[in-house]
Protein backbone atom coordinates (compact mmCIF):
# COMPACT_ATOMS: atom_id res chain seq x y z
CA UNK A 1 0.00 0.00 0.00
CA UNK A 2 1.36 3.44 -0.67
CA UNK A 3 1.00 6.27 2.28
CA UNK A 4 1.88 9.56 2.39
CA UNK A 5 2.76 10.86 5.79
CA UNK A 6 2.62 14.10 6.21
CA UNK A 7 4.99 15.80 8.56
CA UNK A 8 6.92 12.75 8.28
CA UNK A 9 9.64 14.39 9.40
CA UNK A 10 8.63 15.06 12.64
CA UNK A 11 8.98 12.81 16.22
CA UNK A 12 6.17 10.78 15.31
CA UNK A 13 6.41 10.93 11.82
CA UNK A 14 9.45 9.81 10.94
CA UNK A 15 9.08 6.75 13.31
CA UNK A 16 5.33 6.13 11.13
CA UNK A 17 7.71 6.54 7.81
CA UNK A 18 10.16 4.11 9.45
CA UNK A 19 7.69 1.46 10.69
CA UNK A 20 5.59 1.34 7.85
CA UNK A 21 8.19 0.95 5.36
CA UNK A 22 9.81 -2.10 7.71
CA UNK A 23 5.95 -3.60 7.65
CA UNK A 24 6.40 -3.73 3.24
CA UNK A 25 4.50 -0.61 2.48
CA UNK A 26 5.99 2.09 0.23
CA UNK A 27 5.58 5.29 2.89
CA UNK A 28 6.37 8.66 1.52
CA UNK A 29 7.83 11.68 4.10
CA UNK A 30 6.20 14.94 3.23
CA UNK A 31 6.71 18.05 4.98
CA UNK A 32 7.95 21.57 4.98
CA UNK A 33 11.74 20.40 4.51
CA UNK A 34 10.92 18.11 2.11
CA UNK A 35 9.45 20.52 -0.55
CA UNK A 36 5.75 20.43 1.18
CA UNK A 37 3.87 23.07 2.70
CA UNK A 38 0.05 22.53 3.92
CA UNK A 39 -0.63 26.17 4.31
CA UNK A 40 0.62 27.21 0.88
CA UNK A 41 -0.75 24.06 -0.92
CA UNK A 42 3.00 24.09 -2.62
CA UNK A 43 4.02 20.17 -3.63
CA UNK A 44 0.76 18.65 -2.27
CA UNK A 45 -0.78 16.94 -5.16
CA UNK A 46 2.38 16.21 -6.33
CA UNK A 47 3.00 14.27 -2.50
CA UNK A 48 -0.87 12.47 -2.88
CA UNK A 49 -0.25 11.41 -6.60
CA UNK A 50 -0.84 7.39 -5.90
CA UNK A 51 -1.53 7.00 -2.35
CA UNK A 52 -3.80 5.19 -1.13
CA UNK A 53 -3.86 6.57 2.42
CA UNK A 54 -2.58 10.08 4.24
CA UNK A 55 -1.52 10.23 7.28
CA UNK A 56 -1.34 13.55 8.49
CA UNK A 57 1.33 13.74 11.99
CA UNK A 58 2.07 17.95 10.78
CA UNK A 59 2.33 19.73 13.93
CA UNK A 60 1.63 23.76 14.23
CA UNK A 61 4.83 25.63 15.31
CA UNK A 62 2.79 27.10 18.22
CA UNK A 63 0.32 26.70 20.68
CA UNK A 64 -0.81 29.84 20.77
CA UNK A 65 -4.22 31.13 18.89
CA UNK A 66 -2.20 30.60 15.86
CA UNK A 67 -2.35 26.83 16.07
CA UNK A 68 -6.13 27.27 15.33
CA UNK A 69 -5.68 28.40 11.73
CA UNK A 70 -2.68 25.80 11.39
CA UNK A 71 -4.79 23.35 11.80
CA UNK A 72 -8.47 24.47 9.75
CA UNK A 73 -6.12 25.77 7.17
CA UNK A 74 -3.72 22.41 6.66
CA UNK A 75 -6.77 19.89 7.30
CA UNK A 76 -8.93 22.25 4.79
CA UNK A 77 -6.31 21.98 2.18
CA UNK A 78 -4.81 18.24 3.16
CA UNK A 79 -9.07 16.90 2.38
CA UNK A 80 -9.60 18.85 -0.86
CA UNK A 81 -5.77 17.92 -2.10
CA UNK A 82 -7.05 14.38 -1.17
CA UNK A 83 -10.32 14.43 -2.52
CA UNK A 84 -8.62 15.41 -5.77
CA UNK A 85 -6.00 12.64 -5.75
CA UNK A 86 -8.40 9.58 -5.11
CA UNK A 87 -7.02 9.13 -1.40
CA UNK A 88 -9.35 6.57 0.34
CA UNK A 89 -8.06 6.96 3.48
CA UNK A 90 -7.30 10.00 6.21
CA UNK A 91 -5.66 9.15 9.00
CA UNK A 92 -4.97 12.11 11.87
CA UNK A 93 -3.59 12.17 15.44
CA UNK A 94 -5.37 13.86 17.97
CA UNK A 95 -5.53 13.90 21.93
CA UNK A 96 -7.24 11.78 24.04
CA UNK A 97 -9.85 13.92 26.08
CA UNK A 98 -9.11 16.46 23.56
CA UNK A 99 -12.74 17.77 23.27
CA UNK A 100 -12.89 18.19 27.33
CA UNK A 101 -9.85 20.71 27.75
CA UNK A 102 -11.75 24.21 25.66
CA UNK A 103 -9.20 26.29 28.27
CA UNK A 104 -6.35 25.31 26.24
CA UNK A 105 -6.48 27.08 22.60
CA UNK A 106 -4.11 24.05 21.13
CA UNK A 107 -6.83 21.49 21.88
CA UNK A 108 -9.25 23.61 20.38
CA UNK A 109 -7.34 23.57 17.54
CA UNK A 110 -6.76 20.12 17.73
CA UNK A 111 -10.59 19.45 17.99
CA UNK A 112 -11.37 21.76 15.30
CA UNK A 113 -8.96 19.44 13.08
CA UNK A 114 -10.86 16.65 13.74
CA UNK A 115 -14.09 18.16 13.17
CA UNK A 116 -13.32 19.15 9.79
CA UNK A 117 -12.05 15.52 8.97
CA UNK A 118 -15.40 14.62 10.28
CA UNK A 119 -17.00 16.20 7.57
CA UNK A 120 -14.31 16.08 4.81
CA UNK A 121 -15.35 13.92 1.95
CA UNK A 122 -13.05 10.92 2.74
CA UNK A 123 -13.56 7.86 4.84
CA UNK A 124 -10.91 8.30 7.81
CA UNK A 125 -9.70 7.61 11.27
CA UNK A 126 -8.57 9.49 14.29
CA UNK A 127 -6.30 7.83 16.75
CA UNK A 128 -5.98 10.08 20.11
CA UNK A 129 -3.03 9.32 22.20
CA UNK A 130 -2.11 10.72 25.44
CA UNK A 131 0.69 12.94 26.22
CA UNK A 132 4.70 11.73 24.50
CA UNK A 133 7.04 10.96 27.79
CA UNK A 134 9.21 13.04 25.09
CA UNK A 135 7.03 15.91 26.21
CA UNK A 136 8.03 16.20 29.80
CA UNK A 137 11.13 17.82 28.89
CA UNK A 138 9.85 21.04 27.30
CA UNK A 139 6.41 21.17 29.65
CA UNK A 140 9.45 21.32 32.44
CA UNK A 141 11.52 23.48 30.74
CA UNK A 142 8.59 26.12 30.19
CA UNK A 143 8.01 26.64 34.13
CA UNK A 144 11.61 25.77 35.79
CA UNK A 145 14.49 27.52 36.84
CA UNK A 146 18.00 27.36 38.26
CA UNK A 147 16.52 26.31 41.59
CA UNK A 148 12.92 24.71 41.04
CA UNK A 149 10.82 23.22 38.51
CA UNK A 150 7.12 24.28 39.14
CA UNK A 151 4.35 21.66 38.11
CA UNK A 152 0.70 21.43 38.52
CA UNK A 153 -0.18 17.68 40.41
CA UNK A 154 -2.45 17.13 37.07
CA UNK A 155 -3.50 13.44 36.59
CA UNK A 156 -2.32 12.28 33.25
CA UNK A 157 -1.56 8.38 31.33
CA UNK A 158 1.57 8.80 29.40
CA UNK A 159 2.91 7.18 26.37
CA UNK A 160 6.68 6.57 24.41
CA UNK A 161 6.02 8.70 20.89
CA UNK A 162 7.27 4.95 19.56
CA UNK A 163 4.45 3.48 20.48
CA UNK A 164 2.37 6.26 19.47
CA UNK A 165 3.75 5.47 15.96
CA UNK A 166 2.74 1.53 16.37
CA UNK A 167 -0.43 3.12 16.86
CA UNK A 168 -0.65 5.32 14.36
CA UNK A 169 1.02 2.29 11.84
CA UNK A 170 -1.85 -0.32 13.17
CA UNK A 171 -4.70 2.22 12.07
CA UNK A 172 -3.44 3.40 8.80
CA UNK A 173 -2.66 0.32 7.47
CA UNK A 174 -6.33 -0.83 7.88
CA UNK A 175 -9.83 0.15 6.67
CA UNK A 176 -10.74 3.57 7.83
CA UNK A 177 -12.68 3.23 11.69
CA UNK A 178 -14.98 6.15 10.51
CA UNK A 179 -14.42 7.04 14.23
CA UNK A 180 -11.89 7.17 16.89
CA UNK A 181 -9.20 4.99 18.40
CA UNK A 182 -7.81 5.95 22.23
CA UNK A 183 -4.20 4.78 23.16
CA UNK A 184 -2.53 5.70 25.97
CA UNK A 185 0.62 4.91 28.40
CA UNK A 186 -0.10 1.78 31.00
CA UNK A 187 0.31 4.01 33.90
CA UNK A 188 -1.51 6.97 35.48
CA UNK A 189 0.77 9.61 37.35
CA UNK A 190 0.65 13.19 38.64
CA UNK A 191 2.52 15.91 36.41
CA UNK A 192 4.08 16.55 39.57
CA UNK A 193 5.26 13.20 40.64
CA UNK A 194 6.47 12.75 36.75
CA UNK A 195 8.56 15.38 37.23
CA UNK A 196 10.44 14.00 40.66
CA UNK A 197 10.74 11.02 39.08
CA UNK A 198 12.38 12.58 35.98
CA UNK A 199 14.75 14.77 37.87
CA UNK A 200 15.54 11.90 40.06
CA UNK A 201 16.48 9.39 36.84
CA UNK A 202 18.62 12.47 35.64
CA UNK A 203 20.18 12.79 38.86
CA UNK A 204 18.66 16.66 38.38
CA UNK A 205 19.43 18.51 42.26
CA UNK A 206 16.61 20.96 41.70
CA UNK A 207 13.23 21.19 43.51
CA UNK A 208 9.70 20.08 41.96
CA UNK A 209 7.14 22.28 43.21
CA UNK A 210 3.71 21.66 43.40
CA UNK A 211 2.11 24.44 41.97
CA UNK A 212 -1.78 24.14 40.04
CA UNK A 213 -1.14 27.50 38.34
CA UNK A 214 1.72 26.45 36.71
CA UNK A 215 2.08 26.19 32.94
CA UNK A 216 0.00 24.48 29.99
CA UNK A 217 -1.84 21.84 32.17
CA UNK A 218 -2.62 24.12 35.39
CA UNK A 219 -5.95 24.76 33.07
CA UNK A 220 -6.96 20.80 33.00
CA UNK A 221 -9.62 20.40 35.49
CA UNK A 222 -9.77 16.76 36.77
CA UNK A 223 -9.11 13.63 34.98
CA UNK A 224 -9.64 15.68 31.39
CA UNK A 225 -7.05 13.74 29.97
CA UNK A 226 -7.37 10.24 31.19
CA UNK A 227 -8.86 7.37 28.70
CA UNK A 228 -11.80 6.05 29.06
CA UNK A 229 -12.19 2.00 29.89
CA UNK A 230 -12.20 1.71 26.34
CA UNK A 231 -8.29 2.88 25.40
CA UNK A 232 -5.83 0.68 24.56
CA UNK A 233 -2.86 0.24 26.32
CA UNK A 234 0.50 1.04 25.20
CA UNK A 235 3.28 -1.54 26.50
CA UNK A 236 6.86 0.56 27.57
CA UNK A 237 6.88 1.73 31.05
CA UNK A 238 8.19 5.69 31.67
CA UNK A 239 10.34 4.98 34.11
CA UNK A 240 11.65 1.80 31.80
CA UNK A 241 11.65 4.76 29.04
CA UNK A 242 13.94 6.80 31.03
CA UNK A 243 16.64 4.03 32.10
CA UNK A 244 17.14 3.26 28.56
CA UNK A 245 17.98 6.78 28.01
N1 LIG B 1 2.87 16.34 22.13
C1 LIG B 1 1.95 15.48 22.56
O1 LIG B 1 2.00 15.02 23.70
C2 LIG B 1 0.83 15.06 21.60
C3 LIG B 1 -0.17 14.24 22.09
C4 LIG B 1 -1.16 13.80 21.20
C5 LIG B 1 -1.11 14.17 19.85
N2 LIG B 1 -0.11 14.98 19.39
C6 LIG B 1 -0.10 15.30 17.94
O2 LIG B 1 0.92 14.58 17.28
C7 LIG B 1 1.19 15.19 16.01
C8 LIG B 1 2.67 15.06 15.69
O3 LIG B 1 3.42 15.75 16.65
P1 LIG B 1 5.04 15.71 16.65
O4 LIG B 1 5.47 16.04 18.02
O5 LIG B 1 5.52 14.45 15.99
O6 LIG B 1 5.37 16.95 15.68
P2 LIG B 1 6.82 17.55 15.32
O7 LIG B 1 7.92 16.66 15.76
O8 LIG B 1 6.80 18.98 15.76
O9 LIG B 1 6.80 17.52 13.72
C9 LIG B 1 5.97 18.37 13.01
C10 LIG B 1 6.00 17.97 11.54
O10 LIG B 1 5.09 18.84 10.84
C11 LIG B 1 5.76 19.33 9.67
N3 LIG B 1 5.17 20.61 9.31
C12 LIG B 1 5.04 21.74 10.06
N4 LIG B 1 4.45 22.71 9.34
C13 LIG B 1 4.19 22.20 8.11
C14 LIG B 1 3.61 22.71 6.93
N5 LIG B 1 3.17 23.97 6.84
N6 LIG B 1 3.54 21.91 5.85
C15 LIG B 1 3.99 20.62 5.90
N7 LIG B 1 4.55 20.08 6.99
C16 LIG B 1 4.66 20.86 8.09
C17 LIG B 1 7.21 19.43 10.08
O11 LIG B 1 8.00 19.50 8.92
P3 LIG B 1 9.56 20.00 8.93
O12 LIG B 1 10.26 19.18 9.97
O13 LIG B 1 10.02 19.71 7.58
O14 LIG B 1 9.50 21.45 9.28
C18 LIG B 1 7.38 18.12 10.86
O15 LIG B 1 7.55 17.04 9.97
C19 LIG B 1 0.63 16.61 16.13
O16 LIG B 1 -0.50 16.74 15.28
C20 LIG B 1 0.20 16.75 17.58
O17 LIG B 1 -0.94 17.54 17.73
C21 LIG B 1 0.85 15.42 20.24
Request: net charge negative; charged share 20%.
Amino acid sequence: MKLTVIGGTGLIGSQVVQQLTAAGHEAVPAALSTGVDLISGKGLDQALEGADTVVNLANSPTFDEASLDFFRASMTNLLAAGHQAGVRHQVILSIVGVEQVPELVYYRAKALQEELLRQGPTPYSIVRVTQFFEFMEPTMSWTSDDTTVRLPATPIQPMAAADVATAVVEVAGGTPLGGIRNVAGPDVFRLDELGRITLAARQDARTLVTDDTAGLFAAVTGDALLPGPDARLAPTHYRDWLAAR
